[in-house]
């Protein structure tokens, strides 16, 4: 397989910040973002907009990924980024304003899935598994960069975070300069691999249900963080500190794996989860919530690069694209339905512990497939 140059890798895991960057970085300045698009009631929307749009959209990533190729899709995605992202500046009103953050969506899923894609094409084996523990941690240093960044330019004027969208322009030059076409095919056929599609319901369920507990935390700790007394400067703080969890727990992961395979990996990702929110559910003190949100961290750097890592280790060449696709729909659903946590009947505290129980129940799902899976064999392609 052609080597990719350390620039062209490079390039790659920048383009890996753009994920979770897309909602990230208008968050500082939220309230009079908002109240300047005249969407001020909905403000949560333009955060969460985006999610659903790669929901909607990924199912048809992949077969555009297929048809175009993976580099000129990632590029295409990238210059669609940067557009629709800064294009938010110029509109006015609800149909304007969140018909493009939906779209903004649309433009994130090509981007998530190609670059994913491209990093398969360029690496394999053990090298692979280490550029996508790395991309995990990419993903998450882009949150703590990017909101902080986004923190000092809504300080200046509301509308100059979204100067911050015209980045994956300078990234779709690093493309097109550093990135060279995908090796073509070595004609080598993976062990298990058919043109028909695996069974990847395991690995999209584990990348729903991590990024539902994930983003039950942020949602739900700002509030608790208020009640404790802290400021919003301080909570801003922490969330970046679980953030930095997160990177170094997806540094280690590959060790973990490897050691232990990859359900048992899952495991111990879904069991730190739960563990985290009952912690938050029951901590009245500062240092519990500290343990609770390195826990939380490891829980997101332990699982979200896994099911990348699965995701193209189970699948054909020719239906890679789209089940990368199919999984950046699990991801960012899964993002967008941790918001209605908080419409359930229920106290705030109330809140961490249903995060906790869907963790729980994750955790049991894994535990099953552990034991069912033969031995010898591991876990993560047993249900391939």
């Given amino acids: 397989m052609a080597q990719l140059k350390p620039i062209g890798a490079f390039t790659l895991l920048s383009v890996a910040c753009l994920t979770i960057m897309v ?14 698009l005249g969407v001020g009631p909905a403000s949560s929307w333009l955060v969460t907009l985006p999610s659903l749009g790669v929901a909607v959209f990924g199912l048809a990533v992949g077969r555009l990924i297929e048809r175009l190729g993976s580099r000129r899709a990632l590029v295409i995605g990238l210059l669609l980024y940067g557009l629709l992202g800064y294009a ?33 094409e360029f690496f394999d084996g053990e090298a692979r598994l280490k550029m996508i523990s790395r991309q995990g941690m990419a993903i998450e240093l882009g949150g703590v960069v990017f909101l902080a960044i986004g923190g000092m330019l809504a300080g200046i004027g509301w509308q100059h ?3 911050l969208y015209l980045v994956a322009w300078i990234f779709a030059a690093m493309v097109v300069t550093f990135v060279p076409h995908s090796p073509p095919s070595s004609g080598k056929v993976e062990p298990g691999a058919t043109d028909s599609a695996p069974a990847m319901w395991d690995v999209y369920l584990a990348a729903a249900c991590s990024m539902i507990v994930f983003f039950a935390a942020v ?43 990859s359900m048992r990996t899952l495991m111990i990702a879904f069991s730190a989860y739960a563990l985290g929110h009952v912690i938050f559910f029951a901590a009245g003190s500062f240092p519990l919530i500290v343990v609770a949100g390195m826990l939380v961290g490891c829980g997101f750097g332990f699982s979200i690069p896994l099911v990348n890592h699965l995701t193209i280790e189970r699948s054909p060449v020719a239906l890679r694209g789209r089940l990368l696709g199919y999984l950046s729909v699990a991801i960012f659903m899964g993002q967008f339905l941790s918001a209605f946590i908080e419409m359930l009947p229920l106290t705030r505290a109330g809140f961490f512990i249903v995060a906790a129980l869907v963790a729980f129940m994750a955790f049991c799902l894994f535990a099953v497939r552990t034991r069912a899976a033969p031995v010898g064999v591991d876990e993560g392609r047993a249900g391939s």
């Fill in 23 to 36: 909602g990230c970085v208008i968050v500082p300045g939220l309230p009079s973002i908002a109240a300047a």
């Fill in 161 to 163: 975070p979204f100067l």
């Fill in 219 to 261: 949602i739900l700790l700002p509030q608790k963080l208020a009640d404790m007394g802290m400021g919003e400067v301080k909570i801003g703080y922490f969330l970046s500190f679980i953030s930095l969890v997160a990177v170094g727990a997806a540094f280690v992961m590959p060790r973990f794996m490897d050691a232990l395979g």
């Fill in 88 to 120: 938010a500046v110029w509109l006015r009103g609800y149909p304007a304003v969140l018909l493009d953050r939906f779209l903004l969506g649309g433009a994130t899923a090509i981007v998530m899935s190609a670059g994913t894609t491209l990093i398969s």
